[in-house]
C-alpha cells in the first residue's frame, strides 16, 4: 500500500453537558503509514483519548464528530455502522485501553476471552483458537500457558494482566494496534518490560502502532513520529529524531522542562504555569495562549494553523521561528 494506513482529516468532536459544550477535539490532522510508531503526548484533558477512540467508534453517548474523515484502508471508518465497526476493531484494528482490569472480564478464563476474540471475528476455528491463544500466551512471556489458560484476571499481577490485553489486542492479528496508555497504571520495571514486549511485537509483525502516552520518555524512546496535543489541537507534530533536535512549540518546550531527561539528572524540572482548562467554547486564538510565555494579541485573535516547516516537522504556533531561536 502506499497511502497511509490511517489517515485522519479535520476531526472536531463536541460533547453536550448538562450547562454547556465541551470542545474536546477541534480540527485535528494526521496520518500513520504502515510500519510506523506514533506517539501522542500531551497533558490530561488535551483530548489524546477522545480523538483516537472516536475515530474507532468508540465514543459516549453525550459526544458528536462535528466534522471530519477517518480513513483506513480507503474507508471513512465515520461513516460505518456500528456493526461494521465492530468488525474493524479487534481484527484489522487492535485496541489496548489503559485500565486492563476494567477491560478484562472478571468472571471469564483469561485464555477464553483470548479465544473469543479470534472467535468472534472469525479469525480461526475453535481448535486452531485454542492453539493459537497458547501461543499468543507464551509470545506474551505469561509462563506455562496451559495452566495459566484457566485462570481468572485477579490471579494475575498488574503486569500481567496487561499482558493479557495485549494478546486480546493482538488475537487476530491488527495492522494497526492503538495502545492508550498501556503503562501509566504500572511501576516503572513493569512498564519498560510491557514497552519492550510491545516494541518486539510490533517488529516481528511490521505492525503500526499509536501510543497515547503521558511520558515524552516513553514517546520519544519508542516511537517514530511524535504528536503533541493541546486543547484538542495538535500544537506539534514531527520525526522523533528531528523532534529530539529541534523542539520548536513552547507547548513541547515547556512539557520537555517539566520531565527529568535521562542523563540529565542534575537539572531541574520547570512545570509549566497554570493548568490546562476544558474547551467550553470553540477556540478563538491559541488554546496555550493563557500559559505561554511569547503570547501576544495575535495569539488571542488568531487559531493557529499547523503548518509545514519541513518534510518531518508540523507546528501549530504563530511565533515558532523566533521561539526556537529564543529557545536554544
Ligand atoms: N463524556 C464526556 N463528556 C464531557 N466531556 C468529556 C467527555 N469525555 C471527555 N471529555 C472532555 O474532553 C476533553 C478531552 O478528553 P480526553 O479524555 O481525550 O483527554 P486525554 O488527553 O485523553 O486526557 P488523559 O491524559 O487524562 O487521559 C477533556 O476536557 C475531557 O474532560
Ligand atoms: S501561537 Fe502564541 S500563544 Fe500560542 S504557542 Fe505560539 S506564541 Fe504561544
Ligand atoms: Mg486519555
Do not use: W
Amino acid at each position: 500500500m502506499s497511502g497511509p494506513l490511517l489517515a485522519i482529516e479535520n476531526l472536531h468532536v463536541q460533547f453536550a453537558r448538562s450547562e454547556d459544550q465541551v470542545y474536546a477535539v477541534n480540527g485535528v490532522s494526521f496520518s500513520i503509514h504502515e510500519n510506523e510508531t506514533l506517539g501522542i503526548v500531551g497533558e490530561s484533558g488535551s483530548g489524546k483519548s477522545v480523538m483516537l477512540m472516536s475515530s474507532i467508534g468508540l465514543l459516549r453517548e453525550n459526544g458528536k464528530i462535528t466534522a471530519g474523515t477517518a480513513n483506513f484502508q480507503g474507508r471513512d471508518l465515520l461513516k460505518l455502522r456500528p456493526k461494521q465497526l465492530e468488525d474493524i476493531r479487534g481484527r484489522d484494528i487492535g485496541v489496548i485501553f489503559q485500565d486492563p482490569m476494567t477491560s478484562l472480564n472478571p468472571v471469564m478464563r483469561i485464555g477464553d476471552q483470548i479465544m473469543e476474540a479470534m472467535l468472534t471475528h472469525q479469525y480461526a476455528g475453535r481448535k486452531e483458537a485454542f492453539e493459537r491463544t497458547l501461543h499468543l500466551l507464551h509470545e506474551m512471556g505469561i509462563p506455562d500457558p496451559k495452566a495459566r489458560f484457566k485462570n481468572y484476571p485477579h490471579e494475575f499481577s498488574g503486569g500481567m494482566r496487561q499482558r493479557i490485553m495485549i494478546a486480546i489486542a493482538l488475537a487476530c492479528e491488527p495492522q494497526l494496534l492503538i495502545a492508550d496508555e498501556p503503562t501509566t497504571a504500572l511501576d516503572v520495571t513493569v512498564q519498560m518490560q510491557i514497552l519492550a514486549l510491545l516494541q518486539e511485537l510490533r517488529r516481528k509483525r511490521g505492525m503500526s502502532v499509536v501510543m497515547v502516552t503521558h511520558d515524552f520518555g516513553v514517546a520519544t524512546n519508542f516511537c517514530d513520529k511524535i504528536v503533541v496535543m493541546y486543547g484538542g489541537q495538535i500544537m506539534e507534530m514531527a520525526d522523533t529524531d528531528q523532534f529530539i533536535r529541534k523542539t520548536m512549540h513552547p507547548y513541547s518546550l515547556g512539557l520537555k522542562r517539566s520531565i527529568i531527561e535521562v542523563g540529565h539528572r542534575g537539572k531541574a524540572i520547570v512545570p509549566i504555569p497554570g493548568a490546562a482548562k476544558t474547551m467550553t467554547q470553540a477556540p478563538a486564538g491559541c488554546p496555550f495562549a493563557e500559559r505561554c510565555p511569547y503570547r501576544t494579541e495575535r495569539c488571542d485573535n488568531e487559531v493557529p494553523e499547523l503548518r509545514k516547516l519541513n518534510a518531518d516537522h508540523y507546528i501549530a504556533c504563530h511565533r515558532a521561528e523566533e521561539v526556537a531561536s529564543l529557545a536554544v
